[in-house]
């Protein structure tokens, strides 16, 4: 399987660093439609994908090969990178965005490289040539349309909010009825509230673009990884949807475009109740399959 592809930096950097937040390695899978970037941490609580069309790139070949036993079937290149190689590439990428006129990405199933190469103003080209390893196809599995709670929000909105909480609070709490919406700062019963600053944010119903909730819930998760998918749609302008249930089930924050996909999937802990300080919730799981 070979790809030759050319892209726009700014967003494409930006799904790159998004992952990042994920895990220090990830699943690089063209195929014929597009582009699929996929990770999930170590303790399978998070899960990240991002699919670019071909419609994103300036230009996308995509040429697959055939096992020789089996000459009809077609078969893509699912590799894996790891993070730490590919970021070097797109660090700081508004300046990427400034200096560099075309970015190239080819592939080759037979030496087992990837090549990034920047074509930067005034003739200069930076190519980094990266090793990757086969692997099995990565996917996540969670039916997010059967989530009683959905919400739709503009990302500048739900940056504006997330801003408010410090960059050392690890965790949040999304809590919901068909009245309000409350983000707050979530914190463990031996807290000492005298040396903790609470963050607390109550929205309307009015200021969301959707607004549907089946179920009253309050749900906890991880704030760095919704940090990086929000850096990537506001990158696109594209509003965030969320889907999630009750506690102890996974949450799904997505954007779409006509030429763009991006979904991070995160655990939530389970109520006290449920002896849960696990990050592994029951309805989410990942999948390998060949």
């Given at each position: ?45 998070a ?18 090969v ?43 199933i ?8 920047l ?109 990086g ?8 302008s ?53």
């Amino acid at each position: 399987c070979t790809l030759h592809c050319f892209l726009f930096l700014l967003v494409f950097g930006r799904a790159i660093h998004a992952i990042a937040r994920i895990s220090d390695e990830f699943w690089f899978d063209p195929v014929e439609k597009g582009l699929a970037l996929r990770s999930v941490n170590s303790t399978r609580s998070a899960y990240a994908c991002v699919f670019f069309s071909s419609m994103f790139f300036q230009h996308y070949r995509w040429t697959a090969v055939s096992q020789p036993c089996q000459k009809e079937k077609q078969l893509s290149l699912p590799c894996k990178l790891i993070i730490k190689s590919v970021l070097p590439v797109f660090r700081c990428v508004n300046v990427l965005e400034r200096n560099v006129e075309k970015c190239s990405i080819y592939t080759n199933i037979n030496d087992h490289h990837i090549t990034f190469q920047l074509l930067c103003k005034h003739g200069l080209v930076k190519t980094y040539n990266l090793t990757f390893q086969e692997c099995d196809p990565l996917q996540a599995v969670f039916a997010k349309h059967m989530c009683p709670n959905v919400l739709k929000v503009h990302s500048r909105l739900l940056a504006d909010i997330m801003i408010h909480f410090p960059t050392s609070q690890e965790e949040v709490t999304l809590s919901v009825t068909p009245m309000k919406v409350c983000f707050k700062s979530y914190t463990e019963e031996d807290t000492d509230f005298s040396k903790t600053m609470l963050t607390e944010i109550r929205l309307n119903p009015e200021e969301f673009d959707y607004f549907q909730v089946g179920v009253d819930s309050e749900v906890t998760f991880c704030l760095k990884e919704l940090r990086g998918l929000l850096a990537l749609s506001e990158a696109t302008s594209v509003p965030v949807s969320v889907h999630f249930d009750v506690s102890g089930k996974p949450i799904a924050f997505s954007v779409e475009d006509v030429a763009l996909e991006a979904s991070f999937i995160l655990a939530t802990l389970c109520d006290i109740e449920k002896e849960s300080a696990s990050q592994q919730p029951p309805g989410f799981s990942q999948r390998q399959e060949r």
